[in-house]
């Protein structure tokens, strides 16, 4: 049996993301993370999952960025089940915030480019992400500015606290560009 063709994935959302009757459950657990999930994010729209720890959240935002798939029921995007879609085209539509993000040794703008970096050299986009994320500001207090290595991993390094951290990590989802930018942390 030859396997399908993987369909294009959408440039433009026109109807969003819908989960209906999604289940899942990790492997050697015995009870659902999720039981009988619906709900839809619309294009523009701002949707907050709120709930306890352990509560199925951060397993949606792996559902969602195609890190795993249900046991059953179906994700759609735009109309399509997200399984119809190469994989890795796929996450290029979703960028992820995890709560446990990345804390690059790198320049300011190698932090943010490492976002898409197919991009690396549009400075312009690296500083409009910054803007968008707050951390603009702070990266211009820095003694390099955009150049200046974050962390004190390196010599000439400059540490920055964890919401300018926060900060840095939001402006990589914002430098990608993706139709759909998940935050997966309460302070976010």
């Known amino acids: ?9 959408p440039q433009n959302t026109e109807k969003g993301f819908v989960f209906k009757n999604v289940d899942f459950f990790y492997p050697n657990c015995e ?28 397993t949606i935002v792996k559902l969602l960025s195609r890190l795993y798939d249900p046991q059953s029921g179906n ?3 735009d109309d399509k089940n997200i399984k119809q879609f190469d994989v ?15 804390h690059y040794h790198l320049s300011a703008k190698e932090n943010i480019f490492m976002g898409d970096v197919t991009q690396k050299d549009d400075m312009g986009k690296i500083k ?3 803007e968008q994320s707050g951390a603009g500001k702070r990266i211009l207090e820095l003694s390099k500015q955009y150049d ?20 840095v990590a939001i402006a990589r989802a914002f430098f990608r560009e993706a139709q759909l930018i998940i935050l997966d942390e309460p302070s976010s």
């Open 148 to 167: 200046t290595i974050l962390g004190r991993w390196f010599k000439n390094g400059e540490e920055i606290s964890i919401g300018q951290w926060q900060m």
């Open 1 to 9: 049996v030859s396997p399908k063709t993987p369909q294009p994935v």
């Open 31 to 58: 009870n659902n993370v999720l039981n009988c999930v619906n709900f839809s994010i619309k294009p523009g729209e701002t949707v907050a999952l709120v709930g306890e720890n352990g509560s199925g959240k951060s």
């Open 88 to 102: 890795e085209k796929f996450r290029r539509t979703v960028s992820v915030v995890f709560q446990d993000h990345i």
């Open 128 to 130: 409009k992400a910054a």
């Open 75 to 77: 994700i759609l995007f």
